[in-house]
């Protein structure tokens, strides 16, 4: 079921049937974003975390959403939304709903998408009686960091991605917060 978000932002299920062109809208999308973070331009991340088996078991986990973000009537991103998530070593227990995933094309950059996917997802939670969103922001990315800063969100700790082809320089991402409500 399709999800109107304005009128022109949809969300549309991402599916077992619709993994490849999940894959190739995201050998388009990531690069133009991250190429530069990895020695094979980003090849090895896109292969592996779109590829139909990755897909298959992440369409499984339960209490998990994935959408394709659609603009104007075209597929331009992925959204995937984890319920029931905690936030990692919170001294608080509190509902939680972690955004894993959320990648737009650079041709939509400025365009309010982001901030719109957020608010729904807000919107949403609070109506779930979620307390917390979170996620992870790739520290080298300071418009992303200062994008969730300026609506809101607070720093909590942060980790380093462990993938060998990955710059060292690039590893950090920090967990970003906001409390709901």
Partial sequence: MTIQINENISL???????SNELFQLMKEVYPLAYDYFW???GNWYVNSQYSKENIKEELA???AEYYFVVFKGERIGNFRIL???PLPDSKENLKS???HRVYLHAKTQGKGLGKALLTW????AIKKQYELIWLDAMDEKPQAF???????YQYHSHC???FDLLHDKYRKMSQLYKKLG
């Fill in 12 to 18: 549309e299920p991402i599916t077992n049937s619709t």
């Fill in 39 to 41: 020695e094979d331009g």
């Fill in 61 to 63: 986990q339960e209490n």
């Fill in 83 to 85: 319920w029931n998530e």
């Fill in 97 to 99: 709903v972690k955004l």
């Fill in 121 to 124: 997802l807000e919107n949403e």
């Fill in 146 to 152: 200062n994008f969730y800063k300026k609506l809101g």
């Fill in 160 to 162: 380093f991605l462990p």
